[in-house]
Nanobody
């Protein structure tokens, strides 16, 4: 299984970005996804989680500004980010939990990260 992250870039404060991680290879279903971020000189921190049924959870620092989702038909996960702030600048990573075959064991895979820079 390989993951391809995309959607990062430079955005002004108050702007929006939609990150995605597309999974390819032998995939039956994505059961859950977590998103993390890592700013320069800081530890990686968790920002969001979503399960295939649609339930979500978000870090307090970004609550109300994020929407995480899973599209099992496209084997892709998304993180919509709104009202971005300079302190949101970081590399964002997806961590996808999926089954290669129906009923098989869930394994997790990391995307390569995508840079988000919020600056005027």
């Amino acid at each position: 299984v390989q993951l391809q992250a995309s959607g990062g870039g430079l955005v002004q404060p108050g702007g929006s970005l939609k990150l995605s991680c597309a999974a390819s290879g032998r995939i039956s279903s994505i059961s859950a996804t977590e998103w993390y971020r890592q700013a320069p000189g800081q530890q990686r921190e968790w920002v969001a989680a979503v399960v295939s049924g649609g339930a979500t959870n978000y870090a307090d620092s970004m609550k109300g500004r994020l929407t995480a989702s899973i599209d099992n038909g496209a084997n892709t996960v998304y993180l919509q980010m709104n009202s971005l702030k300079p302190e949101d600048t970081a590399v964002y990573y997806c961590n996808i939990h999926l089954r290669a075959v129906a009923g098989g064991r869930v394994r997790d895979y990391w995307g390569q990260g995508t840079q988000v820079t919020v600056s005027s």
